[in-house]
Every structure is written in structure tokens, then in C-alpha cells.
């Protein structure tokens, strides 16, 4: 869990630098800093659906992952939870929003991908930590510019980080055989359109509820078995 504990601690550490930063800078250029965020996003986004090669587990995961997310109303659940923050630290209801979106804009950034799930399944199998390592070092860089547009959303991910990446170390035995390459790429290329969809929030251009998608990350392993 070592590489777990370091990951989650360079998220934290990167978004109180990217915070303090943010304090600094003026309206115009937090407003300029966020949308050169979002065309990164957006970057980000359309780089990893390349990493998929079945359109159908896309589809699929997508379609049943939005009846799930929108059954559960998560995105509602996360808004709640962001406005007992608001009224708790006494922010503003822009601020209310932007926790929202800055949790799960860099949890999904920090969590989606081979590095995250194969540098996992290594420390737990073997207790390799080295990919983790390097994973860290990356997320504290990325935290430092996402917190500085996206602010204390973006430090709560520390907490998805450590339990998603946590709860792979710890049933490494047991899930292994079912993540293997194929389904890590489509784990990757699903979460990758949602990671577009955020690009696209933060610009302005959409209003999507983000967080009601979620589960459709995890429906490749399940589809990949049955397809």
C-alpha cells in the first residue's frame, strides 16, 4: 500500500500549492488558466479513447453504465454532498460547483488508465511500487495546474485515489486474472469519453452530468467476460 499512501499524499500536496496559486491570480487569468486546462482535458480525453478497439463494449458500457448512474442519481448525490461543504466552509455556490467538478474531473484523471490499474496489480501482487512511484510524481504535477483552475475539488480526489487504487492492491489475487490488456483498454477508452465530456463542461460548450457515466468505466470487465 506504500505506493498507494504516496500517490494519494502527491495529490494532496500538488493541490494546496495549486490552491495557493489559484489565490494569487487574478479573475481574467483563473478564467484563461481554466479553459487552457479544459483544451488539455480535452486532449487527455481524445487521446485515451484511441486505446479501444471495441466499439460495442463502448457502446454498451456507456448505455448501461448512464441507467445505472442516472437510477442512483450520483451527480445529484455529489452536488448535495458539495453544498454541505459550501455551507460548512461557508463558500460560494460557484465554489459549491466547482468542487464538485474538480472532484470528479481529477478523480477520473488520476484513476483512468494502465498506469493506475497495472501499477496497482504490480504492488499488489509482487509489491512493486515503482510504476506508483512514477504515477505520483506525475499526479502531483497535474494537481498542482488542475487545482490552481479547479480548486479544493481536485484535493478531495486524493481520498478516490487512495480507496479505487487501495482497493486494487488489496484484491490484486482475485481481480488479476480479469483485468488483463483488452479490458484495461477499454476501462481506459470509456473513461477517456467521459474525460472529453468534462473538457467540454468546462468550456462551457455542455452541460453533461458527468458523474451519472461513472459506472460505465467499470462495465468492460463484465462485458469483455461475457462478449
Known amino acids: 500500500m506504500l505506493g498507494v499512501i504516496v500517490n494519494a499524499a502527491a495529490v494532496v500536496a500538488g493541490s494546496l500549492i495549486g490552491m495557493i496559486f489559484k489565490k494569487g491570480l487574478p479573475e481574467r487569468i483563473r478564467d484563461a488558466v481554466m479553459k487552457g486546462v479544459a483544451l488539455c482535458v480535452l486532449y487527455i480525453g481524445i ?5 479501444g478497439s471495441n466499439t460495442l463494449v463502448l457502446i ?14 450520483l451527480d445529484g448525490k455529489l452536488n448535495s454532498f458539495a453544498n ?5 466552509f461557508q463558500k460560494t455556490g460557484s465554489e459549491s460547483a466547482s468542487l464538485a467538478e474538480g472532484f470528479v474531473s481529477a ?9 493506475t490499474i497495472v501499477g496497482s496489480l504490480q504492488a499488489g501482487l509482487s509489491g512493486d511500487n515503482e510504476m506508483l512511484f512514477t504515477k505520483s510524481t506525475l499526479d502531483f504535477i497535474s494537481s498542482i495546474v488542475f487545482a490552481s483552475a479547479l480548486g479544493i475539488g481536485v484535493l478531495l480526489s486524493a481520498v478516490f485515489v487512495f480507496v479505487f487504487q487501495g482497493a486494487i492492491v488489496l484484491l490484486a489475487q482475485v481481480i488479476a486474472p480479469y483485468l488483463n490488456d483488452a479490458v484495461v483498454a477499454e476501462m481506459t477508452c470509456a473513461g477517456s469519453l467521459l474525460i472529453l465530456a468534462l473538457g467540454l463542461n468546462m468550456l462551457g460548450l455542455t452541460k453533461l452530468k458527468v458523474m451519472n457515466y461513472m459506472p460505465a468505466v467499470f462495465l468492460p470487465i463484465l462485458l469483455c467476460m461475457v462478449m
Open 60 to 73: 454498451l458500457s456507456i448505455v448501461i453504465g448512464t441507467i445505472i448512474g442516472e437510477s442512483a442519481d
Open 47 to 51: 487521446s485515451g479513447t484511441l486505446k
Open 107 to 115: 478523480s477520473l484523471l488520476f484513476c483512468v488508465g494502465a498506469m
Open 84 to 88: 454541505k461543504l459550501e455551507k460548512r
